[in-house]
């Protein structure tokens, strides 16, 4: 199924007999407390209209981080969010036999070239804000050409997720404002491309990723015992 044709019910549905499985050797599994996290965000974006598409792509995110977010037990907090992702979209890049990131990568590649002709969401752009660097920060773009045409997409994967998570920090940040009006192309650009590549990465992760370890999870669920406030 197309990744633009699928819903979050629909990965719901033919997760449900790995969540079945997985549940019936461990409670409260955490690759389905993960599956089921980032559906529930990714739903919560779905619900988005025109108007929130600042929260739209801050749930597409949070969706994102609840895949590959990784808790690092020794100082006892989260890893830091780039060296998770990276390694994260080179695991589902390999686990990808259905080549459904590379498909969602080329069918929307206008989409992925318009996210890197944007200099507003190049960090090397604002260290310096100026033409000069408007015009060099576009390089990536050209570059893109090639990695396309060489499919060397864990690179165009890379660059992708480094803008778009540039301006995730903007907005979490408090460095826009809410429904601005001079970052609307980039969030709606942005918006787009990761409803396409997270439902392409929630399907390879029900065809192929139901049996591997994902690492230990960020704050599992715990209930709380009895009498204990």
């Not at 994260?88 to 318009?114: C, Q, T, Y």
């Not at 994902?214 to 669920?221: F, K, N």
């Amino acid at each position: 199924m197309p990744a633009e044709a699928i819903t979050v019910r629909d990965l719901r549905r033919l997760w449900k007999p790995h969540k079945e499985r997985l549940n019936g050797s461990a409670a409260e599994h955490p690759t389905t407390i993960r599956f089921h996290r980032a559906c529930s965000w990714l739903q919560r974006a779905e619900q988005a209209n025109k108007d929130d598409l600042d929260l739209a792509l801050l749930s597409q995110w949070i969706a994102f981080n609840a895949l590959y977010g990784q808790w690092d037990h020794e100082v006892r907090e989260p890893l830091a969010d780039n060296l998770c992702w990276k390694h994260f979209l080179e695991r589902m890049l390999d686990l990808d036999k259905g080549s459904h990131i590379v498909d969602a990568l080329v069918e929307n590649k206008p989409l992925v070239m318009s996210i890197f002709d944007d200099e507003f969401l190049s960090r090397y752009f604002w260290q310096e804000p100026c033409d000069k660097r408007a015009s060099q920060s576009k390089k990536t773009k050209y570059d893109a050409r090639t990695w396309f045409i060489q499919g060397d997409w864990l690179l165009i994967l890379d660059r992708l997720f480094e803008r778009v998570y540039f301006l995730r920090c903007q907005l979490v940040h408090g460095a826009s404002t809410f429904n601005g009006a001079l970052n609307r192309t980039a969030i709606r650009h942005c918006s787009q491309a990761m409803d396409h590549l997270m439902r392409a990465f929630l399907q390879v992760w029900i065809n192929f990723g139901s049996d591997e370890d994902w690492g230990i999870m960020c704050y599992p669920p715990l209930r709380a015992k009895v009498g204990v406030r």
